[in-house]
């Protein structure tokens, strides 16, 4: 993914790049990451419903990590799940998550809310930005 595309987002504080999930592009994610069982993930859901209006709402919230909001704020304001917790969904083991989803959080470095290493993808639940806290 290169860096000021359009279609690319920003990774918390506009550092590094995350995965669209409109333009296939994942350069860069994942290097380096030795291989883990299990991540304690975070994310920021909305489900399917109105296309547009949802992809709009996905847009804000990527817009406000962006500008170097924190993830779990964001999560509360923007996410129809988990938004109390800030968008934890805890530890969770290799498999138990939607394939599209496992796959785009085991590829993640671990970050913190505070300044987040952020991707994107939809899923038939709807859009995702997530983001994962450890790995082990």
């Known amino acids: 993914m290169g860096k000021g595309n359009a279609k690319d987002s920003g990774k918390g504080k506009g550092k590094g790049k995350a995965k669209d ?4 592009n994942e350069e860069g994610k994942g290097k380096g990451l030795k291989p883990a069982n299990s991540i304690n993930v975070r994310h920021i859901l909305l489900f399917v419903g109105r296309k547009c209006e949802k992809h709009s709402k996905k847009e804000e919230a990527v817009e406000k990590l962006r500008n170097g909001a924190k993830f779990d704020d964001v999560a509360k304001e ?12 805890g530890w969770k083991v290799r498999g138990s998550l939607n394939g599209v989803f496992e796959k785009a959080a085991y590829e993640l470095e671990p970050s913190t809310t505070v300044n987040p290493k952020w ?3 939809k899923t038939g639940f709807g859009y995702h930005i997530i983001m994962v806290e450890g790995r082990k």
């Open 21 to 24: 999930s409109a333009d296939g």
């Open 78 to 89: 923007f996410s129809e799940d988990k938004a109390r917790q800030g968008g934890s969904l």
């Open 119 to 121: 991707t994107e993808v």
